[in-house]
């Protein structure tokens, strides 16, 4: 669309032209009396119209650099996105590698409250994080609602899987971090494919992962996890039964809101 404007200014620009240099001749077509002096008129006259092609030829080449400049603008943004999907499908495989590895075990309460006793093996990767989402559910049921705060899920997250399990879980969440991180703060993004990026990671999560990273993001190490999993709202579609109850009493309610395009 825009060479087709080039083009047709051009094409304009230069009948123009040709009308003004056959001026005289088509006044004595039209045998409109033709003069010295009115050839010398006619001759001073290009002088304006030199002005005038001057101008357009000006404006043709500052539309030309600008058009060129977009074009560059469009190539290395391009580019840009090329580098940070290649990042950010590599951070995503060692997400999902650090999760594998993630291990947990119940605690001694939660196997004599559930009868587990010689039932409970060292559980690596989800069934792990699973596990670690029932005992922080056992722990946090029954308490008075009043005392569900963000201090208190936090410090009992901490006693059920930092003291416990730092050592596996916190490269697995410091990864989480690093995603929304970078999707947040990249300045090429739209908004729009920020939400998509954030959207395609929330999916590769399940509901036990998410409430993990709910409780982690309450915790001060965690630096602003919590921020990032409300912008995001990575706590819109977790099921009550697996720790949303309690997490609605910690975070914003834009938490588990749409995000606005």
């Not at 047709?8 to 045998?31: Q, S, Y």
């Not at 196997?111 to 559910?137: D, H």
């Amino acid at each position: 669309m825009e060479d087709k404007t080039v083009r047709n200014v051009a094409i304009g620009a230069f009948i123009l032209w040709l009308v003004w240099a056959l001026h005289p001749f088509l006044a004595r077509r039209m045998l409109i009396p033709w003069e010295a002096t009115l050839v010398g008129q006619w001759g001073d006259s290009f002088g304006a119209l030199n002005a005038l092609m001057s101008t357009l030829a000006f404006a043709a080449v500052f539309y030309t650099l600008r058009l060129q400049q977009r074009q560059i603008n469009e190539a290395q943004r391009d580019q840009h996105i090329q580098r940070f999907e290649s990042t950010y499908f590599e951070i995503l495989k060692l997400f999902r590698e650090a999760r594998d590895v993630v291990q947990f075990k119940y605690g001694g309460g939660y196997v004599a409250s559930k009868n587990l006793i010689g039932k409970n093996p060292l559980c690596e990767g989800i069934e792990a994080i699973r596990r670690a989402n029932f005992e922080m559910l056992w722990q946090l049921e029954g308490v008075d609602s009043k005392k569900i705060t963000s201090d208190y899920v936090s410090n009992v997250y901490r006693a059920v899987v930092i003291d416990r399990y730092e050592s596996t879980s916190g490269p697995y969440f410091r990864l989480l971090y690093t995603i929304l991180f970078r999707i947040r703060n990249d300045k090429q993004l739209t908004v729009a494919e920020k939400r998509s990026y954030a959207n395609l990671f929330r999916s590769q999560l399940s509901s036990h992962e998410v409430a993990l990273a709910g409780y982690n993001g309450l915790n001060p190490v965690s630096k602003d996890l919590a921020n990032l999993i409300t912008e995001f709202r990575l706590l819109k579609y977790l099921p009550d039964e697996f720790g949303r109850n309690y997490l609605t009493k910690c975070y914003s309610q834009q938490a588990f809101e749409d995000r606005p395009d």
